[in-house]
């Protein structure tokens, strides 16, 4: 069987997989230990490293009962088919927790320094510039139009790639 995953209700995703598992289906959940801070004390608790996932086995005529399950959103999707995860990945994924600890999972933009990108909309749809800067969700971008050189600050989502 291949692995998916589920889009879970925020904060969900220990409890989903408890119920799936109660319903049969093989459940991953990697989950860490880190410690927390309050106002007045330290504590250790387990958390989930992927927010809102969760990762199973279940055959397509099981994905029915998947979706029935109080705390699941959906299956995450690719190409409007319900993707499917190698078991190589989620050993990955398995040796990698083993090895490490208090990990952090930053999603990939697919931008980065140097890039060619043309701007999509706005007053300068159509040009094409060098990216020199990436901060949270904007690019600045020189662009070497009409011979001079303008730095422009624009959403990453109005950037497509050269």
């Known amino acids: 069987m291949e692995w998916k995953a589920v889009y879970t209700k925020p904060r969900h995703e220990k409890k989903v997989a ?11 959940c990697p989950v860490q230990t880190v410690l927390k801070q ?15 996932y969760v990762f199973l086995q279940c055959e397509e005529a099981e994905e029915l009962k998947v979706l029935q399950t109080q705390g699941v959103v959906s299956f995450v999707r690719y190409l409007r088919k319900v993707a499917t995860i190698r078991e190589q990945e989620i050993e990955k994924i398995r040796d990698f927790l083993g090895n490490y600890e208090n990990i952090e999972i930053e999603a990939i933009e ?14 300068m749809k159509g040009l094409y510039g ?7 969700h904007k690019a600045r971008l020189i662009l070497n139009e009409m011979g001079i050189q303008l730095v422009a600050e624009i959403p990453l989502g109005k950037l497509a790639k050269k």
């Open 130 to 136: 060098e990216l020199v800067e990436i901060k949270g």
């Open 38 to 52: 309050w106002s007045d004390r330290k504590k250790k608790v387990t958390e989930p490293v992927f927010r809102s």
């Open 18 to 28: 408890d119920r799936l598992q109660a319903k049969g289906i093989t459940v991953y």
């Open 110 to 123: 697919g931008w980065q320094v140097g890039d060619s990108a043309r701007i999509q909309e706005g007053g």
